[in-house]
T-cell receptor, first 111, second 112 residues
Framework: SQQGEEDPQALSIQEGENATMNCSYK?????LQWYRQNSGRGLVHLIL?????REKHSGRLRVTLDTSKKSSSLLITASRAADTASYFC???????????FGKGTMLLVSP | NAGVTQTPKFQVLKTGQSMTLQCAQD?????MSWYRQDPGMGLRLIHY???????DQGEVPNGYNVSRSTTEDFPLRLLSAAPSQTSVYFC???????????FGDGTRLSIL
């Protein structure tokens, strides 16, 4: 079964607006990772946040992690049309050797 | 560096045929994995390997076989193709499960 679940399933915004995607997971984790997938391509790693971190920034990306609520959010500020893609969270459950992905949020940024 | 290379990019098979999806990485990564991606299902883990000679099953292993004889290569074998295996297959590698994964561009497989 899916360890992580993204919300919303789809998000449509205008260029310049901020986009927020959420991820909830079920069991304790060592870290949480966010990936982007452009249409027809493989996934690309965006950012990794460890379980003892609460917030992390990378360029226009801001990720938060709340381990008490088992949730994370990805904020993309000042969105561009090139940010149009699907975004996935991935969680490695503690005690397991696997990495599981959610179903993704499809982001559409219109010019 | 080429990163993670998957071949072929596209393949059409008939039910019952067998084939091998190739995956190679040149980053000396120990951890490699195979996922399938279906509409509305996200990525589901088929098999993974934590190093040469060590493989284990993921969430959806039935109908697939893997081996890891070298650090670089992690082929995925379909033993007897079924229409339910029509999907996009992704291979990924990293230094460990807890490190960023590097993905190939996928193999689009159709089984008639």
């Amino acid at each position: 079964s899916q360890q992580g679940e993204e919300d919303p399933q789809a998000l449509s915004i205008q260029e310049g607006e901020n986009a927020t995607m959420n991820c909830s997971y079920k069991t304790s984790i060592n870290n949480l990772q966010w990936y982007r997938q452009n249409s027809g391509r493989g996934l690309v790693h965006l950012i990794l946040i460890r379980s003892n971190e609460r917030e992390k920034h990378s360029g226009r990306l801001r990720v938060t992690l709340d381990t008490s609520k088992k949730s994370s959010s990805l904020l993309i500020t000042a969105s561009r049309a090139a940010d149009t893609a699907s975004y996935f969270c991935a969680t490695p459950p503690t005690g397991y050797s696997t990495l599981t992905f959610g179903k993704g949020t499809m982001l559409l940024v219109s010019p | 560096n080429a990163g993670v290379t998957q071949t072929p990019k596209f393949q059409v098979l008939k039910t019952g045929q067998s084939m091998t999806l190739q995956c190679a990485q040149d980053m000396n990564h120990e951890y490699m994995s195979w996922y399938r991606q279906d509409p509305g299902m996200g990525l589901r883990l088929i098999h993974y390997s934590v190093g040469a000679g060590i493989t284990d099953q993921g969430e959806v292993p039935n109908g697939y076989n893997v081996s890891r004889s070298t650090t670089e290569d992690f082929p995925l074998r379909l033993l007897s193709a079924a229409p339910s295996q029509t999907s996009v297959y992704f291979c990924a590698s990293s230094y460990s499960r807890d490190q960023p994964q590097h993905f190939g561009d996928g193999t689009r497989l159709s089984i008639l």
